[in-house]
């Protein structure tokens, strides 16, 4: 699939996505897509959790989520339908809270194009899309969205990626949400990558906030190649008062075939 041809689609699809509005939620989901695939005839299980150890102390809108204390999660369920294409199914969306309560959030559905082989290549591409739907606790908006291009490169022992992120929750074009992710990794052994990844929400395309009331979040993050799963742990820091001070992410990937 040509370069050419996925971001005219993604092109496409930003344009038809623009009915939009735009609230920030908690993520079940902390991860910069590498436009790595399931091979073609593979399931995969990723599996995402994420525990904010000192967060915010008040609900993002009415009956959300306290962040503070709270773990949120996701089973991630892919299949490599080709060698540039994969579906995906996240479920169940899931948060335990600070008091204990363990809670439905929702699942979404997502659709990832990307260049064959990306991990082989020294300049690799692509596009995600999700659909999500959400429950009342964690989304104001019942239907949400997402479109993830992908953009990286392979230098030596190191990764530079960047995936420039747009939220959507179909409330019109002047809505959409500007949240990118950036991934900087050095690999040490076949085994072993560290990495530093920044993840940002920058407010709405067009009118950006102001810099002191957007989040960004950096994380410093080990990557384990094992024979049984792939792991992914990482620690973030809040780099501004709109982001919680601290988060600890586990990521865990098994090929099921």
Same mark, same amino acid.
């Given at each position: 699939?040509?370069?050419? &041809?996925?971001l &005219?689609?993604s092109?496409? +699809?930003?344009?038809?996505?623009?009915?939009t509005?735009?609230?920030?939620? *908690?993520?079940?989901e902390? *991860?910069?897509?590498?436009?790595a695939i399931?091979?073609?005839?593979?399931?995969?299980?990723?599996v995402? #959790? #994420?525990?904010?150890?000192s967060?915010?102390?008040?609900?993002?809108?009415?009956?959300?989520?306290?962040?503070d204390?709270s773990?949120?999660?996701?089973?991630?369920? +892919?299949?490599?339908?080709?060698?540039? =294409?994969?579906?995906?199914?996240?479920?169940?969306?899931?948060?335990?809270?600070?008091n204990?309560?363990?809670?439905?959030?929702?699942? !979404?559905? &997502?659709?990832l =194009?990307a260049?064959?082989? +990306?991990?082989?290549?020294a300049?690799?591409?692509g596009?995600?899309?999700?659909?999500?739907? #959400?429950?009342? %606790?964690?989304?104001?908006?019942?239907?949400?969205?997402?479109?993830?291009p992908?953009?990286?490169?392979?230098?030596?022992?190191?990764?530079?990626? =960047?995936?420039?992120?747009?939220?959507?929750?179909?409330?019109?074009?002047?809505?959409?949400? =500007?949240?990118?992710? @950036?991934?900087?990794?050095?690999?040490?052994?076949?085994?072993?990558?560290? +990495?530093?990844?920044?993840y940002?929400?920058?407010?709405?395309?067009?009118?950006?906030?102001?810099?002191?009331? *957007?989040? %960004?979040?950096?994380?410093?993050?080990?990557?384990?190649?094992? !024979?049984?799963?792939?792991?992914?742990?990482?620690?973030?820091?809040?780099? @501004?008062?709109?982001?919680? %001070?601290?988060?600890?992410?586990?990521?865990?990937?098994?090929?099921?075939?």
């Amino acid at each position: 699939m040509s370069l050419v &041809r996925i971001l &005219r689609g993604s092109v496409a +699809a930003l344009l038809w996505f623009a009915h939009t509005p735009i609230a920030c939620a *908690q993520t079940d989901e902390i *991860q910069v897509y590498d436009a790595a695939i399931a091979p073609p005839g593979v399931f995969n299980l990723t599996v995402h #959790n #994420n525990f904010i150890s000192s967060g915010k102390e008040n609900p993002g809108f009415p009956g959300s989520i306290v962040p503070d204390k709270s773990l949120n999660g996701v089973a991630e369920w +892919a299949y490599g339908a080709t060698p540039w =294409f994969e579906a995906g199914l996240y479920f169940p969306l899931y948060s335990i809270t600070r008091n204990g309560s363990v809670l439905y959030d929702g699942f !979404k559905v &997502r659709a990832l =194009f990307a260049s064959p082989d +990306a991990a082989k290549r020294a300049f690799f591409y692509g596009v995600n899309f999700e659909f999500s739907f #959400n429950t009342g %606790h964690w989304d104001e908006h019942a239907y949400t969205s997402e479109i993830r291009p992908i953009i990286g490169t392979h230098v030596g022992r190191f990764d530079f990626i =960047f995936n420039p992120i747009v939220d959507n929750s179909w409330n019109g074009f002047a809505r959409l949400e =500007f949240v990118p992710a @950036t991934r900087v990794a050095m690999r040490v052994s076949d085994e072993y990558k560290l +990495a530093l990844e920044e993840y940002g929400d920058l407010g709405r395309l067009g009118h950006f906030l102001p810099a002191s009331r *957007q989040s %960004h979040e950096l994380f410093w993050v080990l990557d384990l190649n094992t !024979k049984w799963a792939s792991i992914e742990a990482g620690i973030g820091a809040g780099l @501004t008062s709109a982001a919680d %001070h601290r988060v600890f992410k586990l990521i865990l990937t098994k090929d099921l075939r």
